[in-house]
């Protein structure tokens, strides 16, 4: 009898051991993770008040990333994860529960505030409205195991304000000036470089006419996010100068930057050759010689 509860305990000895070991071998095996981690720079621009809210570093704390191996914007580049969330506090670090490979890998990251997709080699970003700003990013070649600093760079245009001022002499009634915005389409993460015109943008996506001003001297900020690019905008409105009195559409272009805050200021033209002062010419009969005779009888 006491000879089997020698055994018993032997057993339950050899168990415990097992599970220990078990139990090191896991530690040491987490141990060589490493989570990857981002940290977003402050050097995203603030924007102005608007009806619309710009992306900055203090407001960010979501953002989508997505890694992938092989040469970039190949068709053989692979995705090791595609738009996994990464979660952050301003000014703090970003997690989503992903890992660095066990060895070093040439990994490149892209990442956006919006979920995005990765096919064929290209990484994008596909908006299709105008009232959310997007800011995206890419890094080629983060330094293994290392938090990477990730630099976000503003997609769209913004419109701040339409400032229009009418012609010297004038009053302008009924003014109303619109734009027909790009307000998203495709945009390439890789080559796509946020401060440039229309770069990395393609399949674009044209939204509703919009108003931008309807009074003279207005500075009202629109909050408008479009796609950078030039864009007509047209004028409509009514020249008054005393009892002249005419209506108006006209066109003007202009050149939106990506990335920044476009304020737009124009000068109406005047009514040129439309009105003409009223004036007289004047000339006065000179006196003439009436000759007299007169008798007297």
């Known amino acids: 009898m006491k000879f089997r509860y020698t055994l018993i305990l032997a057993g339950a000895a050899l168990m415990a051991l097992a599970s220990c070991n078990k139990e090191s071998a896991l530690q040491a095996k987490d141990s060589e993770l490493e989570e990857i981690v981002f940290t977003a720079e402050d050097e995203m621009e603030a924007s102005v008040a608007t009806k619309a809210t710009a992306v900055t570093t203090t407001n960010l704390t979501k953002i989508y990333m997505t890694a992938t191996t092989g040469t970039a914007g190949n068709a053989a580049e692979a995705s090791a994860f595609t738009s ?3 979660n952050g506090t301003s000014g703090g670090d970003f997690t989503g529960g992903k890992y660095w490979p066990a060895t070093s890998t040439s990994y ?15 990484c994008s970003v596909s ?3 105008n009232s959310t700003d997007i800011v995206c990013v890419y890094v080629a070649s983060p330094t293994y195991k290392a938090k990477t ?13 339409c400032n ?8 302008v009634s009924g003014l109303t000036v619109k734009v027909t915005p790009n307000i998203g389409g495709t945009y390439n993460i890789r080559t796509g470089d946020g401060k440039i015109n229309g770069t990395g943008w393609s399949s674009l996506v044209a939204g509703s006419e919009t108003t931008i001003a309807s009074a003279v001297g207005s500075t009202t900020s629109n909050g408008l996010y479009l796609v950078p690019g030039s864009y007509t905008l047209t004028a409509s409105y009514t020249l008054t100068k005393d009892v002249f009195s005419k209506s108006y559409t006209k066109t003007a272009s202009v050149n939106l930057v990506g990335g920044k805050i476009n304020n737009i200021s124009a000068t109406l033209p005047d009514a040129g050759d439309d009105i003409s002062e009223i004036t007289f010419t004047v000339s ?3 006196w003439s010689n009436n000759a007299i005779t007169a008798t007297f009888s």
Do not use: M, R
């Open 149 to 161: 600093a990730l630099t976000f760079k503003h997609i769209y245009a913004q419109i701040g304000f």
């Open 84 to 86: 996994a969330e990464f």
């Open 108 to 122: 490149h990251f892209y990442g956006s505030n919006v979920a995005h997709t990765f096919s064929s080699g290209v």
């Open 164 to 171: 229009i001022s009418a012609p010297s002499g004038y009053t």
């Open 127 to 129: 908006p299709a409205t």
């Open 284 to 286: 006065v009969t000179a």
